[in-house]
């Protein structure tokens, strides 16, 4: 099987990870620093806080911004469940906001209109999460105008979207966010196997989630409150996780940072040939952009009717298409908080008519020919 997603490792990557098994420190250990450092510099932004994975990373950021029962997070309703449950962990509602048809990304006009009503009825988001869908950037500079409008805060789901660009800066960089998350699952741009990360330029933020990050645990010195204590005293000033990644996985992550410019040009490359290849097929393919990330290769059909016959004749083919995502608000979960079928409609048609084909670094020019080989086939 032609899996739609997956990881490089390579023999340095290995060896990166043997390294650390053979020295003093398995879990947080000076790896980390050393990894958040690198995504940090490589982004553009004052810090990182590397934890166990992105689910990790949008809990404790939503934690930074205080957000808790009472408030509201809204999200891109096509996106991963977590980017809408982070909320649900802090005891705090959801919304969504339907997509732009093309872009598939939050539409900021949709926002702009949703944010003008909630101001009426007084149920304004306290923080709103964008989503970066399949690697692509959203309009960051209408949203950070409207946060400053309507006086929310912004955490950017960045888990497609490592080495994207956004107006010439890196995603990652925060300039039109207050904090960013990365996903470094296998599928995702680089991976630790497991692991996440929050980038931001406020000390504040950064600092609280590294301690939530650890138990909500402090080492105070002796200067910091005063008093004079022994070498064992912490304490613990909150309620905080085992959200720790391990230095195995900070070395691993570090290591495949190294090739990530190197993965994004093969993802690119790839792309433009399956837009080359598809031209003649009755499906929509994605509008190729040089400084999206490209997690994802996402197609709609002309005849969305169809789309379970051709995902399972392309599966009985061996190659693995997916389907990303179910639009998050028909989750039973989120059925039950009173989300129905038709309320974000463009979110819905998206889905009926849309397959996922393999894209990663490893997937090779012949493999790509068999992918639009059996799409010809099941279209046909
Ligand atoms: C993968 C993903 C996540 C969750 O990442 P994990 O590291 O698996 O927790 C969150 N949001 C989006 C958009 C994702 O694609």
């Known amino acids: 099987m032609i899996?739609?997603?997956?990881?490089?490792?390579?023999d340095s990557d290995i060896a990166a990870v043997v390294d650390v098994l053979r020295s003093d420190w398995l879990t947080q250990g000076p790896a980390i620093p050393r990894f958040e450092q690198a995504v940090a510099d490589y982004c553009g932004a004052a810090s990182g806080v590397a934890v166990n994975s992105a689910t990790a990373a949008l809990h404790l950021a939503c934690l930074a911004l205080d957000l808790g029962p009472g408030d509201?997070?809204?999200?891109?309703p096509i996106t991963f469940v977590a980017s809408a449950n982070c909320a649900r962990f802090c005891g705090a509602a959801v919304d969504f906001v339907d997509i732009d048809g093309e872009t598939l990304n939050m539409s900021a006009e949709a926002l702009e209109a949703k944010l003008h009503r909630a101001k009426h009825s007084g149920r304004l988001p306290k923080v709103v999460v964008p989503v970066h869908f399949a690697g692509r950037?959203?309009?960051?500079?209408?949203?950070?105008?409207?946060?400053?409008?309507?006086?929310?805060?912004?955490?950017?789901?960045?888990?497609?979207?490592?080495?994207a660009q956004y107006k010439s800066q890196p995603v990652g960089a925060c300039a039109?966010?207050?904090?960013?998350?990365?996903?470094?699952?296998?599928?995702k741009m680089i991976t630790t196997?497991?692991?996440?990360?929050?980038?931001?330029?406020?000390?504040?933020?950064?600092?609280?989630i590294e301690r939530l990050r650890s138990h909500g645990i402090t080492r105070l010195t002796n200067e910091?409150?005063?008093?004079?204590?022994?070498?064992?005293?912490?304490?613990?000033?909150?309620?905080?996780?085992?959200?720790?990644?391990t230095d195995m996985q900070a070395a691993l992550g570090t290591s495949q940072l190294r090739k990530l410019d190197g993965f994004l040009e093969i993802r690119r490359q790839l792309v433009r040939r399956y837009n080359e290849?598809?031209?003649?097929?009755?499906?929509?393919?994605?509008?190729?952009?040089?400084?999206?990330?490209?997690?994802?290769?996402?197609i709609r059909l002309e005849t969305p009717y169809r789309r379970r016959a051709v995902y399972d004749s392309m599966r009985a083919a061996g190659i693995g298409v997916n389907v990303h995502y179910i639009p998050v608000h028909l989750q039973p979960y989120y059925q039950e908080l009173g989300f129905e079928p038709g309320d974000?409609?463009?979110?819905?048609?998206?889905?009926?008519?849309a397959l996922t084909l393999p894209l990663y670094p490893d997937l090779a020019d012949s493999a790509q020919i068999r992918v639009v080989e059996a799409l010809r086939d099941a279209l046909s």
């Open 344 to 353: 974000f409609p463009i979110a819905e048609a998206y889905y009926a008519a």
């Open 277 to 298: 290849l598809l031209a003649d097929l009755p499906v929509r393919v994605p509008i190729y952009d040089d400084r999206s990330a490209w997690h994802l290769y996402v």
């Open 3 to 10: 899996p739609y997603g997956r990881q490089h490792i390579g």
């Open 72 to 76: 509201v997070l809204w999200t891109s």
């Open 137 to 163: 950037t959203c309009d960051m500079a209408s949203i950070r105008e409207l946060s400053e409008r309507y006086g929310f805060k912004i955490i950017e789901d960045a888990s497609h979207a490592l080495g």
């Open 224 to 245: 910091m409150d005063g008093e004079s204590h022994g070498d064992w005293y912490y304490q613990q000033t909150e309620l905080g996780y085992n959200y720790r990644m």
């Open 193 to 208: 196997g497991e692991g996440g990360m929050v980038l931001g330029n406020q000390g504040k933020f950064m600092r609280r």
């Open 176 to 187: 039109f966010s207050d904090l960013t998350v990365f996903s470094f699952h296998p599928v």
